[in-house]
């Protein structure tokens, strides 16, 4: 199916063939900022925890975090509105020219950015070369029972679908893609294309206030492609011409 | 109950059905009534590759949301929101996305101990036949009348059997408490329920049918009662109707969570949420013409203004907009009810509502539904009733007491006593599932399950208007050498004998559970089942039984506006420059701290993890030369605690607020010895409801010159000039 994004507003795509391309979309007005999200991603990707002192030096491993900014001094002092952040799975990712090992590379299937594990060998240029500041280096070996014994008992919680990974490696928010797999496996086991709202990443399907949409932005009808469409989007930083798959609704 | 299905022979049977895939993700791995099987018929459960989906209730809180929770391979992985169960919907908070760090935590009572009261967590294991044998003596040795059950908020189906039991041998019914339901004030909450329109119940605010709401100091997008639906509403409320933005107000001392998604956060002064209330109910009845409602007439807008703090152009902004709106609404709650006037602020809240004719409408004011097989609302103990239950204990009424589900030890203010009390009762008997403070204070801790893995019921008592029964089944085999409360009570009451084996004549938790659901047999509904079996299979399946239309109970507040209300000015106690606000951690809540992942949350509005701070405003910080991580020691008249300070912009600045969750001294590794408890500072005042009157304290603040870096997920760099060098 040939669908030109530009009309639909899913500017993520120009730069790239659309079919198969999976977007999402966070309103921001229904944002409580509640971490339920955050949670839910921790425990859909065997994300570790790093405890009070790495977590203050900024080593914590948040996937999605929620950030909000301060206007004003007292009493007019004013909060903007909650502001999700995870990877925008950039159309043209800043992060992806710049790993010398091909371990952030473009995937063709999904229009998303993936993250090698086993080729990453941790020179955190994708990292620094983010504007999103979303993605997270391993410092530690976190969940390796040898050096945290209690890993031992949390690990029975750790997702199979998910690789646990090792000191030395950057991870980021992958859309949940074992969670697409699964979808499209199952589809293609039943003889039909994925359903519009059949699964959601993790995140999405917790948020108590509906905030967060996902689905594919090259299917007009999907919801997320109508959400995309309405007034008030904003995709962060576009200026520097990332293409981000994710877009934002402000309040009215 | 004399013949027993198999759970085998159960799942055969209905695979002849149509509804074989339905029923088979139905059933818990760990059913009692497993049959021997061979190898080569495998359960459901272990299937290599594939995930088993369970559906089960949270026990993070009492709000009784329906979880979906895969497992694989008998291992619990993700939890999931129940879609069918109407208080969530499919939703879940980070609260109950963290249970699974509960469920597998390293820290949790892994076999029954003779704890001994020793300050650390003794770790030889008993048998569970001496377990059984030790609660049975319990019960014959001691008079019925000297037996005190305290227990938690959840789960009620050991509340009704503890109930059953106590009524049947002459016991003291069990005292119910939580702290959440202690910063929730839901005790005041009831009383002017009761006071204003006659009926006692939980009144369920429709904030997602409304289009404006005004909050005086109601947390509803944190922890009260129940945020997953108060969430929901709020979502509603905001793009509900695609051409019209729902309005949101919110009057409080600091910028909460939830204030801080209103469209106007009004930083009143504390404890004149209840005359504000007024004062814009003045101004809409006199802008409305005709005679002002008998509550309303005796207030002055001007002088209400100037005693909270606000302009008066504020107050006529928020009454111009709810003469234009359709469903105006406003909600009390959280700090403003726990002070000294609470009483008088939840009646004024809810007097402005009836005279916005919100009652029984949408986007109005409900009493909850009750659940199913609840035949009245039960309210948990106040704060006062906690105190009366204290004195009890100290003077020896009690000589065996057993704890479940609750840590009042580290939940009560300390100035209430309830340590020395609980050292002045004879016999302990705690049932935790984590070495919590209470536990370890106790003779013996015989561990219960986790959440996930027990059977039970819990009620819905608001956040929908449908009447629901929330159920639960273990969704993994115990991972310990744990056992259910509910069978050691039923096994030591028949080893105890007479009255008490008569009071529960169960064959086990199951069959308790069972009969209490028996009447709702034949009963149209989520499902309707002819008979018991049939239906228990079901509501694990559903996991839980709800009707299938709104139910509300009918309020008659016809003489609502006609009583004058008795205005009272808020008293704080002791002395100090600070107002202390004391609030409950969104993320952590009271007992989130021993989770890990709960503990990295970034709080959502200063962003700190793993710590407690206080906040204070940047002018107040300026003039006590006090700077962000300055450890500074707060000083009440009950006490004091110390905890680094963070420079908050939206505070009132003659107030401070500390977070409530952490400060413990025993739960394990990632709670102990981390933070403050704010409780320490609290004092023996109460509202006329009984409920704690914890935000009407008035502290001192010391600088110590200590300083403790608070990890904040925010970047420092530019904020109140950090790191920008000298010159800025």
């Known amino acids: 199916m040939t669908v030109d994004l530009n009309k639909l507003h899913a500017v993520g795509a120009i730069a790239e063939e659309a079919e198969g391309k999976w977007g999402m979309v966070i309103d921001q007005d229904l944002c409580t900022g509640c971490q339920a999200c955050v949670a839910a991603c921790a425990m859909e990707n065997n994300i570790a925890f790093v405890g009070e002192e790495d977590a203050g030096y900024g080593r914590s491993m948040h996937w999605i975090r929620t950030e909000r900014f301060w206007e004003g001094e007292y009493p007019e002092v004013r909060m903007t509105d909650y502001q999700p952040m995870l990877c925008q799975q950039c159309g043209k990712a800043p992060c992806e020219p710049v790993c010398p090992a091909f371990a952030t590379v473009h995937s063709q299937a999904e229009k998303i950015n993936l993250q090698v594990y086993n080729r990453c060998v941790g020179t955190r240029y994708c990292a620094n070369n983010c504007p999103y500041q979303v993605r997270s280096f391993n410092w530690r070996d976190y969940q390796d029972s040898r050096i945290r014994p209690e890993i031992t008992i949390l690990a029975n919680q750790f997702n199979p679908d998910v690789t646990v990974r090792r000191r030395g490696v950057m991870e980021k928010c992958t859309f949940c893609i074992q969670r697409i797999h699964k979808a499209q496996d199952k589809a293609k086991s039943e003889g039909r294309e994925v359903e519009d709202g059949e699964f959601t990443t993790a995140c999405a399907q917790a948020c108590p206030a509906s905030a967060i949409t996902f689905g594919r932005i090259d299917h007009p009808e999907s919801l997320v492609s109508q959400l995309a469409r309405m007034p008030h989007t904003q995709h962060h930083l576009e200026e520097l011409g990332t293409l981000p798959s994710v877009t934002y609704l402000k309040g009215a | 109950m004399s013949e027993k299905i198999s759970r085998r022979d159960f799942l055969k049977l209905a695979s002849v059905g149509a509804a074989t895939t339905a029923v088979l993700t139905g059933c818990g791995p760990a059913s009692r009534y497993v049959t021997r099987e061979p190898y080569t018929k495998m359960p459901e459960y272990t299937y290599n590759g594939l995930s088993t989906y369970y559906a089960t209730t949270c026990r993070e809180c009492a709000a009784a949301c329906g979880l ?21 919907l499919g939703k879940t908070c980070a609260r109950g996305q963290a249970t699974l ?24 294991a008993m048998t569970w036949d001496a377990a059984v044998q030790v609660v049975a003596d319990a019960f014959k040795n001691n008079d019925p009348s000297e037996i005190g059950f305290l ?9 009704d059997l503890v109930s059953d039991l106590a009524k049947s041998v002459g016991a003291p019914a069990p005292v119910r408490f939580g702290v959440l339901s202690m910063f929730e004030s839901r005790a005041t909450l009831s009383k002017a329920a009761e006071n204003l329109l006659g009926q006692s119940g939980m009144p369920f605010f429709d904030v997602g049918g409304s ?8 947390n509803f997008l944190e922890t009260w009662l129940s945020p997953v639906a108060y969430t929901r509403g709020f979502a509603k409320l905001r793009r509900g109707d695609p051409k019209h933005r729902g309005y949101f107000i919110q009057f409080e001392s600091r910028m909460s969570l ?24 003045r101004l809409v009845a006199e802008a409305k013409g005709g005679a002002v409602p008998r509550a309303f007439a005796s207030v002055d807008p001007a002088a209400v203004a100037t005693q909270a703090g606000v302009s008066l152009e504020k107050l006529e902004h928020a009454a111009t907009l709810i003469l234009d709106a359709q469903h105006p609404l406003a909600i009390p709650g959280g700090a403003a009810l726990g002070q000294s006037n609470g009483l008088f602020t939840a009646e004024a809240v809810l007097a402005f509502n009836a005279l916005l004719d919100n009652f029984n409408q949408t986007g109005g004011v409900y009493l909850s539904p009750l659940a199913p097989n609840q035949d009245e609302y039960h309210r948990p103990a106040s704060a006062q009733e906690m105190t009366d239950f204290i004195e009890k204990m100290k003077s020896g009424a009690v000589k065996v007491l057993f704890v479940h589900g609750v840590n009042p030890v580290f939940e009560l203010p300390k100035s209430l006593g309830f340590a020395e009390a609980l050292a002045s009762v004879p016999q302990v008997i705690s049932f935790a599932t984590f070495p919590d403070e209470t536990a370890l204070a106790s003779d013996y801790i015989f561990p219960d399950h986790h959440g996930l893995e027990s059977w039970g019921y819990q009620r819905v ?23 259910a409360t509910a069978d050691v009570l039923i096994a030591a009451a028949q ?34 089942a002819p008979e018991i079996n049939t ?29 004058s209300l008795k205005v009272a000015p808020a008293e704080f106690a002791g002395e100090g420059e600070f107002y202390f606000l004391p609030f409950v951690s969104p993320t952590l809540a009271e007992a989130g701290a021993n989770k890990p992942w709960l503990q990295e949350l970034a709080d959502p509005t200063t962003t700190v993890m793993w710590n407690t701070w206080v906040e204070i405003n940047p002018e107040t910080a300026h003039e006590l030369h006090l700077e962000n991580d300055d450890v500074v020691k707060i000083i009440s008249e009950a006490g004091e605690v110390e905890a680094p300070v963070y420079v908050y912009p939206a505070i009132r600045p003659d107030t401070i607020a500390m977070p409530f969750g952490q400060g413990h001294t025993a739960y394990g590794r990632y709670a102990q010895g981390r933070g403050a408890n704010p409780a320490d500072v609290l004092g023996q005042h109460f509202n006329e409801a009984g409920d704690l009157a914890f935000a009407g304290m008035r502290v001192k603040v010391e600088k110590t010159g200590v300083k403790k870096i608070l990890s904040r997920l925010e970047s420092r760099i530019g904020v109140y000039g950090e790191g920008m060098g000298e010159e800025h």
Do not use: C
């Open chain 2, 68 to 88: 979906i929770v895969r497992t694989m391979q008998g291992r619990a992985i993700k939890v999931e929101g129940n879609k069918g169960n109407p208080v969530n």
């Open chain 2, 101 to 124: 760090h509960g469920l597998y935590n390293p820290d949790r009572v892994e076999n029954p101990v003779q704890q001994g009261r020793a300050k650390n967590f003794a770790t030889e």
């Open chain 2, 151 to 159: 227990l938690g908020m959840a789960p009620d189906h050991l509340f």
């Open chain 2, 211 to 218: 289009d404006i709401v005004l909050s005086f100091g109601a």
């Open chain 2, 258 to 281: 939830t204030a801080s998604r209103a469209d106007e956060w009004i930083p009143i002064l504390p404890g004149t949420e209840g005359l504000v209330a007024l004062a814009i109910g």
């Open chain 2, 461 to 483: 008592v608001t956040g929908t208007t449908q009447s629901t029964l929330s159920g639960a089944q273990p969704v993994v085999s115990p991972y310990f050498n744990t056992r």
């Open chain 2, 495 to 528: 080893s105890a004998g007479g009255k008490f084996a008569e009071a529960l004549p169960f064959a086990d938790e199951v069959d308790f559970i069972q009969s209490k659901l028996a009447g709702l047999v034949g009963q149209e509904g989520s499902f309707l």
């Open chain 2, 535 to 563: 239906f228990a299979a079901y509501f694990q399946q559903h996991g839980g039984w709800w009707k299938k239309d709104a139910e509300t109970q009918v309020i008659t507040a016809s003489n609502a506006l006609s009583k």
